[in-house]
């Protein structure tokens, strides 16, 4: 069976907001208008020289008036640029106007930790959608970023699926710096929400025994009130397997259905508990098919939410 | 059953308390045709006594609201401001008056409202006008709620008060209007909205022939359908009627669609292309047409009896 260290402590990291800065900036000067760019400058010399909240949460609100609403294309030398400023951030899928007020947001005076956070948690409560949206997915690049788990953990309960994913798909804040706890709930809603699990930075990382208990508990009542559970459950359950997760995948095993069949090989496979590999024998061809990486997690998801859609 | 057989063009309703409503309501209105709402903030029955009672809604009218409109495929709007009743407790006035500005800017936000006169008392002209200054200042319209009580008196002082402040009348919506109040508005340069509403505004026949003596130019249809008895279908119902009535189509078009869009798109917030462009494919492709997939967002839709 893996072992996985379940409890992280991250210390606090340096990041260089700085840099930071003047890579989005060279990031929107590829695109943005040139009144776009300015009304950008005028607001951050504001922010600046003379700053108060209430420019600081219009200028944050107002930059998608200015800013396109496409995604951004980026290079691969942007995407790894962007990982050497900061650890783990991919700023992929973000669009012009959260670029914009991600620089806004990082110009926000940072010396007073107090004042920094009672602004910071004034903007976070009167946000709408889509600036929840784009507050939550960078997380990561922050300054004080370690001071953001309770903040997380609140988005965390929303009921609106947007935000939610912002936090838990494609953004490595949460793997980072989660508690269990906290970590726990994210898998379980989004496992609950339907939100597509591969996309979560560190799925299998931050598997622990409590999780894969609670994701095996969960499939049994879905099982007892007659639905299905998403197979990719599996994946974050399977790197702490126990007799009960043993049982579920010798069911899945003679499903029939062959997203769960799959599934429960990939599972298997992937624990490398001795019962569950002994479960895989009567079924060369799905053992085969993992272990020569024909199937993978990864286009076995891709191949599900297509099997959804159509 | 109606029937909106005659329908085959897409509606607005610019007055919707959708706080209110439930989900059966929106899907109702999804499937009569209304595309996009707007949610004006209002009074919720209950006095707010907590400045935090403001901030939250407005929240919600910009968040979850938002979120749960777009389930249905419905776009949703919203118009920020603080009540003509509620000015009435002006230490809170105050309070919310400081608010404003942090939601009158965001996304989606399509005009300040709906502010007014219920009373006509002495603090309600105060905030009333603070706020006609504030949509100025913010280059956005103005939604203005007419008293139930004292009417016609009402709505001919809520527009001097706007023209004293210096607004131009077709960036003000006037709202609840009747047969007695619309020929000054009109004359006057204003937008007149209609609210069909059972017992207490408007009925769809009288609208119906308000329509076919003053025309649809400047005229708007809306439900403010909210807690009390009331029509999330009064837009798609006064539609039909029209239609069944002889109106000409394009006038419908007008009163039932593009004059809301018209007067509220002034605020550059509110474009067609934010729902032409997702609402004519298949909810489900447009989940997977960037590739992202994302499972289980496929709105429920339950039809048999059976629920699971």
């Not at chain 1, 702490?240 to 069911?251: E, M, R, S």
């Not at chain 2, 210096?166 to 109040?181: F, K, L, M, R």
């Not at chain 2, 917030?269 to 492709?285: H, V």
Request: net charge negative; charged share 20%.
């Amino acid at each position: 069976m893996l072992q996985h260290k379940s409890s992280m402590n991250p210390l606090p990291q340096h990041i260089p907001q700085k840099s930071i800065v003047a890579f989005l900036q060279s990031i929107l000067s590829q695109s943005a208008t040139p009144t776009a760019q300015q009304w950008l400058q005028e607001k951050l010399n504001s922010i600046h020289t003379d700053f108060s909240t209430r420019h600081f949460f219009i200028a944050f609100s107002a930059a998608f008036r200015f800013f396109e609403k496409e995604e951004i294309s980026f290079s691969t030398l942007q995407i790894q640029k962007a990982n050497e400023l900061c650890l783990g951030w991919n700023p992929k899928g973000m669009r012009a106007y959260e670029v914009a007020r991600l620089i806004i947001f990082l110009h926000l005076p940072t010396t007073d930790k107090g004042t920094y956070f009672e602004t910071v948690n004034k903007l976070f409560s009167a946000a709408d959608m889509g600036e929840l949206v784009s507050l939550y997915k960078s997380l990561i690049v922050y300054p004080y970023a370690e001071d953001y788990t309770l903040r997380t953990a609140e988005g965390i309960r929303t009921n609106i699926k947007n935000v939610f994913e912002a936090i838990a798909l494609d953004n490595p804040y949460p793997a980072k710096y989660l508690n269990e706890r906290q970590w726990n709930q994210l898998v379980l809603k989004s496992v609950f929400n339907g939100s597509p699990l591969y996309k979560i930075v560190g799925l299998e990382q931050r598997a622990n025994a409590t999780l894969s208990q609670q994701l095996s508990d969960y499939a049994h009542e879905r099982w007892a009130a007659g639905r299905t559970v998403n197979p990719e459950l599996w994946r974050a359950a399977a790197p702490f397997t126990n007799k009960a997760l043993i049982h579920d995948y010798q069911k899945l095993l003679t499903s029939e259905n062959n997203f769960e069949r799959q599934a429960a090989a990939l599972a298997c496979l992937q624990s490398q508990h001795p019962q569950a590999l002994a479960l895989l024998n009567p079924y060369p061809e799905l053992k085969n098919a993992v272990e020569n990486n024909s199937l993978t997690w990864d286009n076995f998801s891709i191949a599900w939410y297509q099997s959804l859609i159509q | 059953m109606t029937s909106y057989a005659l329908i085959d063009f897409p509606l607005i309703d610019p007055h919707a308390h959708m706080v209110s409503r439930t989900t059966d309501d929106y899907e109702a209105m999804r499937k009569a045709g209304v595309v996009a709402l707007i949610e004006p903030a209002f009074w919720l029955g209950q006095p707010r006594t907590e400045v935090g009672s403001f901030k939250d809604y407005y929240a919600s009218l910009v968040g979850f609201e938002r979120f749960r409109a777009s389930q249905f495929g419905i776009k949703h709007y919203c118009t920020i401001g603080l009540n003509s009743k509620e000015a009435n407790n002006e230490a809170l006035a105050e309070q919310v008056i400081e608010l404003l500005p942090l939601y009158a800017c965001k996304e989606g936000v399509v005009g300040i409202g709906e502010i007014g006169f219920d009373d006509q008392t002495d603090a309600e002209d105060k905030y009333f006008r603070i706020q006609v200054d504030l949509a100025m200042e913010l280059a956005l319209p103005v939604q203005v709620h007419t008293p139930h009580r004292d009417k016609k008196k009402g709505t001919t002082r809520s527009m001097n008060l706007c023209l004293e402040q210096g607004i131009s009348p077709e960036w003000v919506i006037i709202d609840h209007n009747n047969e007695e109040t619309v020929r000054e508005v009109l004359d006057r340069g204003f937008w007149a909205a209609f609210t069909i509403y059972p017992h207490t505004k408007m009925g769809n026949e009288r609208m119906v022939e308000i329509v076919k003596q003053y025309g649809a130019e400047k005229i708007i249809v809306n439900s403010a359908t909210d807690w009390g008895i009331s029509d999330p279908l009064a837009v798609p119902k006064t539609a039909q009627l029209m239609l069944e009535k002889g109106i000409d189509k394009e006038w419908v078009k007008k009163v039932c669609y593009a004059n809301a869009l018209a007067a509220f798109g002034q605020s550059g917030q509110m474009n067609e292309m934010d729902w032409l462009a997702t609402n004519s494919i298949d909810q489900r492709e447009k989940f997977s047409g960037n590739s992202v997939l994302r499972g289980g967002q496929v709105p429920q839709v339950m039809d048999g009896k059976i629920i699971r």
